[in-house]
């Protein structure tokens, strides 16, 4: 065979006229894209002689896919979204940015507006068998000094690895908070060790995965944004040392800076202090934030969530 389909007139034309590019109204750079999108898959389809029944195979996918409301997961799952963590850092390098604590991706599973208290917080309030976690830490600038009136929005999931409100046996708003740091920039938070997620085993993502044989297990982790005025939005996550999939995270998001010691408790002394009957742990982790600047690329990610009622 002599010479492409893809790159033929008849083709690029095609794609072009599709992108709308042959017209002047609509979004010039989202023409451009589009037109590379179509292209790219096209030439993908060609070149790996993608039969009809495949293609539509994959069609039936991501309707399933948006269906399922796992399209969030499965850019997660297929290190897409790690990927912009690279990108995002990359860019911060080239415009002198140094320091601070590792970003790494939000996940799908965040919820706008949690109940906000000052200090400190509980975030375990459904009746649940958990080993009882302390954490507590400073928000501090790249200079080490505190930031009072800094709000730390936590979310982590339960024993059985569950989100509450993705997972309906939770109450309304559990094991998710925003706390606001106090004077010395310190926040103060008790919950429960929570457990690693895995995918909806009968879910588009876990098939792809099954399909790659992959698995969709993320170790035990904890969400955070981390704001502050003048200062960069922190998105990142600290995972807790010892979960069997520390280094083996289906969405690529562990990073050294990231795992904080966790000290294990059972004086019966240091549990009597504590009011509990049983041993419990504790981290300690301190976030430090870049002040954001001009030059610098927007920290503040947009994007579609869930809405609690
Ligand atoms: C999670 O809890 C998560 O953090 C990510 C990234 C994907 C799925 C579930
Ligand atoms: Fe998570």
């Not at 894209?33 to 179509?38: F, L």
């Not at 790219?40 to 948006?66: I, K, N, Q």
């Not at 019966?268 to 504590?274: G, L, Q, T």
Request: charge should be negative; aromatic fraction near 8%.
């Amino acid at each position: 065979m002599s010479g492409s389909i893809i790159d033929s007139p008849a083709a690029q034309q095609l794609f072009a006229r599709a992108a709308g590019l042959d017209g002047a109204g609509g979004n010039e750079r989202l023409k451009r894209i589009v037109q590379r999108i179509t292209t790219d898959l096209c030439r993908m389809v060609e070149e790996f002689d993608v039969t009809p029944s495949e293609f539509w195979t994959a069609v039936g996918y991501l309707t399933r896919l948006g269906q399922a409301n796992e399209a969030g997961l499965l850019v997660a799952g297929s290190g897409t979204e790690h990927f912009l963590d690279l990108l995002m850092d990359e860019k911060e390098r080239r415009a002198g940015l140094e320091g601070g604590t590792p970003r790494t991706i939000e996940g799908p599973l965040w919820l706008a507006d949690a109940p906000m208290e000052k200090g400190e917080a509980r975030l375990d309030q459904d009746p649940e068998q958990g080993t009882v976690l302390f954490m507590e830490g400073q928000v501090k600038d790249a200079n080490g000094t505190p930031i009072p009136g800094a709000v730390v929005d936590v979310w982590h999931a339960n024993t059985k690895g569950g989100y509450s409100f993705f997972d309906p046996s939770q109450s309304a708003w559990n094991l998710r908070r925003r706390i606001e740091t106090d004077g010395e920039g310190r926040y103060r938070l008790r919950s429960i060790l929570p457990s690693g997620y895995g995918c909806p085993p009968d879910g588009p993502t876990q098939e792809l995965l099954n399909h790659l044989g992959r698995h969709g297990q993320r170790p035990a982790h904890v969400h955070f944004f981390v704001e502050a005025p003048g200062h960069r939005k922190l998105t990142t996550q600290i995972n807790i040392a010892g979960d069997k999939f520390l280094h083996d995270d289906f969405a690529f998001a562990t990073r050294d800076g990231l795992i904080p010691e966790v000290v294990r408790h059972d004086d019966p002394a240091e549990m009597k202090a504590r009011g509990l009957g049983e041993p419990f742990v504790t981290i300690r982790f301190d976030f430090a934030l870049n002040r954001d600047a001009a030059n610098l690329p927007e920290a503040v990610v947009v994007r579609e969530h869930a809405k609690a009622a």
